[in-house]
């Protein structure tokens, strides 16, 4: 893709290199690569501009996110420029498109049509689109940003971006800001056209939810959003199509509730104690005290992790929807929760994997954290989303004796081996805080890295530098202006 000067002298890159440099993709941390330009937004965003004049090609490395159900969502992760450049021109776009249907929030949507007063007839359709991020057609996306914004040069040149990163024409890279926003242009077709139809709608992402007031019209809403999705090369995903009554709806939300306050009540009884009260001077009565609140919601909270963990694997029941605000309170309670248990909520729920390690963050037992972290490093096919987190872990955990993250180093070095290179550059960091990776790891890391991971390798050297560069470092210093600033970055950051 290339841009002319004075299309890019438009974009706002400075704008959109601070939040390419503060702001993790969805569902992952901050990458090192990323994190290292923190002190270089300038450096970066001149590059970008620099760059997309003079024309740029952009790389993606593809990894895999555990998703709920069966197979992995592909996140592609640019390099710094590239994001900087896809995200400002996203940017200028973004006051002429439809307003962000996550704004709402997930429960606005789902509370949608659910208002007392509906008749009994009502029914509610719930639908999902399928893998939406990969399918989204090139051509009709840039005809409808066009119509939206009138922005010929823009929605060209975000085409010419795309068609380099998907040449096929069709698929946007998942978990950015900016993908959120074309994602939310091209199902906004599919939403006209069921308003066309004369239903009520409501969206957040690619769930829809259509109101219709009988059984017949809500197999009809199904066959038009069908219809709709079908004309932009989209399919609805199978087994997530729902009709619902309003009473059901209530009702299971009622049943939410009622969980967690079961739960509660019975924590309550079993933590309320009998204590002898003087109430004058010889006289004495038995009084009933109550546990503190937050005691009976770590009771609560606990006793719902361990039905959860010990239930039928196959079913998905109330009790993993909790699972997530369990382990977030549960961070503060007395007590830790059992290793087997964050074990096999991992093993039942991968995506549940960095609830557990900001949860083991939080606890103060840290050998038995780092003795957690070398159980779940040792899981059979952990997907390289996860080892992403779980490299992650190395400087966020206390290490009270070095030994202790032995298992944890050992795993790390297998990682610099991985197919993904945005693994193999967080593993070098990793593995730099205990200074476990050579010179020479490090220069064939760089040799085969690319601009995606080009400024964490960097940085990684800056930091086992120091103050003092290396022959790879001086290297380093010499390469470019980007690299320069991640390297840098890494040896303010030694130690």
């Known amino acids: 893709m290339r841009l ?40 970066l965003a001149g590059s970008a501009e620099a760059m997309s004049i003079a024309g740029h090609t952009p790389t993606m490395d593809v990894i ?15 390099s710094p420029v590239a994001r900087t450049i896809y995200e400002s021109i996203v940017g200028r776009l973004q006051p002429h498109l439809p307003k962000p249907s996550r704004e709402q929030g997930i429960h606005a949507h789902r509370a949608f049509g659910v ?15 399928a893998a939406c991020y990969e399918y989204v057609d090139h051509r009709i996306l840039a005809d409808e940003i ?58 957040f992402a690619d769930d829809f939810r259509v109101i219709s007031q009988d059984w017949a019209s809500a197999h009809h809403a199904i066959e038009l959003v069908v219809e709709e999705a079908r004309s932009l090369g989209l399919t609805l995903a199978d087994g997530k199509t729902r009709i619902h009554s309003v009473k059901q709806l209530q009702e299971a939300e009622e049943e939410r509730e009622a969980l967690l306050d079961g739960y509660r009540s019975r924590a309550a009884d079993n933590l309320r104690s009998m204590e002898f009260v003087q109430v004058g001077y010889e006289d004495f009565e038995l009084e009933e005290i109550d546990a503190p609140d937050d005691e009976v919601d770590f009771a609560a909270l606990k006793g719902i992790v361990e039905d959860w963990v010990q239930g039928d694997p196959e079913q998905r029941t109330l009790h993993a929807t909790f699972g997530s605000r369990a382990l977030r ?10 290793d087997d248990w964050l074990l096999e909520i991992v093993a039942r729920e991968p995506p549940h994997l960095r609830n557990v390690l900001v949860y083991l963050r939080a ?31 190395a400087e966020t955990l206390t290490v009270p004796k070095a030994a202790d993250r032995v298992p944890f180093d050992d795993w790390a070095q297998l990682c610099l081996k991985d197919r993904s290179e945005v693994v193999r550059a967080e593993a070098a960091w990793a593995l730099s805080h205990s200074h476990a990776i050579t010179a020479e790891q490090l220069a064939d890391l760089f040799v085969e890295s690319t601009s995606i991971t080009r400024c964490g390798v960097s940085a990684v050297v800056g930091k086992l530098d120091g103050e003092a560069p290396s022959k790879l470092g001086k290297a380093m210093q010499a390469d470019s202006q980007l690299v320069r600033a991640a390297y840098e970055w890494g040896s303010v950051n030694a130690g």
């Open 64 to 78: 895999a996110m555990p998703k709920r159900g069966y197979g992995p969502r592909p996140i592609g992760i640019l």
């Open 363 to 393: 606890r103060p037992e840290h050998r038995e954290n780092w003795a957690t972290v070398a159980r779940l490093v040792a899981l059979p096919r952990t997907s390289s989303w996860a080892r992403i987190w779980l490299l992650r872990m």
């Open 329 to 338: 309170v549960l961070r503060a309670a007395p007590e830790r929760l059992p």
């Open 146 to 203: 066009l119509m939206q914004s009138l922005d010929h040069e823009a929605s060209r040149s975000l085409s010419d971006l795309l068609g380099d990163l998907f040449p096929r024409a069709v698929g946007i890279p998942q978990a950015m800001s900016a993908s959120h926003l074309l994602a939310d242009v091209y199902l906004d077709r599919v939403e006209r056209g069921i308003r066309r139809g004369g239903y009520e709608v409501n969206r």
């Open 115 to 129: 208002d007392p007063g509906r008749p009994s007839e009502v029914r509610i359709v719930d639908v999902d689109i």
């Open 4 to 43: 002319s000067p004075e299309f890019a002298k438009s974009l706002r890159f400075e704008e959109s290199a601070k939040e390419v440099v503060s702001r993790p993709l969805l569902e992952l941390p901050l990458l090192i690569s990323e994190r290292a330009l923190v002190d270089g937004v300038d450096v």
